[in-house]
Structures are given as structure tokens and as C-alpha cells.
């Protein structure tokens, strides 16, 4: 079973900032191969 992850809008911000960008496309990354399964808050 792949593990569910909540992820919040900062996060999606991370991605374009330079202290936090290759940490977040790395993220990225994994969301797109479907390694977990994204959540967000309703």
C-alpha cells in the first residue's frame, strides 16, 4: 500500500524558492512516479 501524504500550498511555493527547490523537485519527482498518494486538506 503506498503511504498518503497531505501537502500544503507552501509547499508547492518551495518550488520556486532557492533555498527549498531542489528538496521540493525532488518531491515533485516522486509525486509524479506515484510513489505516495497526495491529500489535501478539504
Same mark, same amino acid.
Request: proline share 2%; glycine share 4%; net charge negative.
Given at each position: 500500500? +503506498?503511504? $498518503?501524504?497531505?501537502? *500544503?500550498?507552501?509547499?508547492? @511555493? @518551495?518550488?520556486? *524558492? #532557492? #533555498?527549498?527547490?531542489? =528538496?521540493? +523537485? +525532488?518531491?515533485? =519527482? $516522486?509525486?509524479?512516479? #506515484? *510513489? ?7
Amino acid at each position: 500500500m +503506498k503511504p $498518503r501524504v497531505y501537502i *500544503d500550498t507552501s509547499v508547492v @511555493g @518551495g518550488y520556486f *524558492d #532557492e #533555498e527549498f527547490s531542489d =528538496d521540493t +523537485k +525532488k518531491f515533485f =519527482d $516522486r509525486i509524479f512516479n #506515484e *510513489d505516495f498518494i497526495i491529500n489535501s486538506k478539504k
